[in-house]
């Protein structure tokens, strides 16, 4: 498995310093593409990358797609953002991970990697990334 743990990426924590993400829900277009085992997305990942992501067939198109951004809050002093889950409908395809990228931004900047743990399957069905609950303790991006 090529996928080792769900990471905050490294360059995304400084960028968000100098501004380059807005994360509101009228700011900037973030998507998340899917991929399958030969992925190497780690901590140290930059950019969107098609190495290793699904091709487009069964209801998946390459590089992703476009998430609805919920504002940012603070929960007991921890800045929190959040996304709507997202759905594939009547997808047919296996997905190991994901990738959160700034579609807005020059370069497509990583933001989040997601490891699902082992193979996700969808046939002709619902493919859902279902995001934690928005919270201090649980939200897919946290500064605490």
Known sequence: MAFTGDFFCNSFKRE????????????NSFKMALYDNTATLTAATTVYTVSGELASAGN????????????????????????????????TFTAYGALIYN???????????????????????????????????????RIA
């Open 16 to 27: 968000l310093f100098e501004g380059l993400h807005d994360l509101q829900a009228a700011g």
């Open 103 to 141: 579609d807005t931004a020059a370069l497509n900047e990583a933001c989040v990697v997601l490891d699902f743990g082992g193979a996700k399957t969808a046939t002709a069905g619902d493919f859902t990334v279902q995001f934690p609950v928005a919270a201090a303790a649980t939200a897919i991006i």
């Open 60 to 91: 998946y198109v390459t590089a992703g797609n476009v998430l609805t951004a919920i504002d940012p809050v603070l929960d007991t002093g921890t800045a929190i953002c959040d996304f709507v889950d997202e759905v594939w409908s009547t997808a």
